[in-house]
């Protein structure tokens, strides 16, 4: 079963709009989410995080929003540039878990000129 | 440069020939994780490491696959008797026990491995 899920699998935005990123989850005991972008041939990147007991952090251009009862998250990047076109994934760990993360299947941003 | 790195980048092998992958994380992370990457998903947890001891393998890792961190600084990971359904990125990240960067891991570039 998909713990984490991001069901759009792409998005397209035009260079210097914001960007929405979204991310559900069904396993009631994470309590910690991450961002990671993904660039072709290389690892995962880290890119910003937060705990459960906050519902918003901000990094620069970059916001993650955690909704709890909804559980769900979003990343907001704002304005967006085409240097971030790549694969996003959420991510999220248990507490107690060792903090081994459970990645959802990712979106690919496309970021237009 | 002091990320993770990972040997080899690339791996191609035949079915059922052994194959082992190595990861040096960053030096002074206690924990090491290991994750395996299919077309289309994101990366999926195989096992981790703090220091030497193994603490928990996941249950997509079958009795095939063994990995070890002899000295609780580099890693291997071994998989015998390849299958074509083995064929995927290998992905390897450290993290801190404590401070700023606890809940964070930091991912090295990855092994592909194709299984012909």
């Known amino acids: 079963d998909q713990q984490v899920k991001q069901n759009s699998p792409s998005l397209s935005v035009q260079e210097g709009r914001i960007s929405i990123l979204n991310c559900d989850y069904t396993?009631?005991?994470?309590?910690?989410f991450l961002w990671y972008k993904k660039y072709p041939a290389e690892g995962p990147t880290f890119l910003i995080s937060?705990?459960?007991?906050?519902d918003k952090n901000e990094d620069g251009r970059f916001t993650v929003f955690l909704n709890k009862s909804a559980k769900h998250l979003s990343l907001h990047i704002v304005p967006s540039q085409p240097g971030d076109s790549a694969v996003y994934f959420c991510?999220?760990?248990?507490?107690?878990?060792?903090?081994?993360?459970?990645f959802g299947t990712g979106t690919q941003l496309k970021v237009e000129l | 440069d002091t990320g993770v790195s990972q040997d080899p980048r690339h791996k191609i092998t035949k079915r059922g020939q052994n194959v082992t992958f190595r990861c040096d994380p960053i030096?002074?992370?206690?924990?090491l994780y290991w994750y395996r990457q299919t077309l289309g998903q994101g990366p999926e947890f195989l096992t981790y490491?703090?220091?030497?001891?193994?603490?928990?393998k996941s249950r997509l890792l079958s009795d095939r696959f063994s990995a070890e961190r002899p000295k609780g600084s580099f890693s291997t990971l071994e998989i015998q008797r390849t299958e074509q359904g083995d064929s995927a990125m290998y992905l390897c990240?450290?993290?801190?026990?404590?401070?700023?960067?606890?809940?964070?891991?930091?991912f090295g570039p990855g092994t592909r491995l194709t299984v012909l």
């Open positions: 990240a450290s993290s801190p026990l404590a401070g700023a960067s606890y809940n964070e891991q930091f």
């Open positions: 396993n009631s005991m994470f309590d910690y």
């Open positions: 937060i705990s459960s007991i906050k």
């Open positions: 991510a999220a760990s248990e507490l107690g878990g060792g903090n081994k993360l459970t």
């Open positions: 030096s002074e992370h206690n924990r």
């Open positions: 490491f703090q220091n030497e001891a193994q603490l928990e």
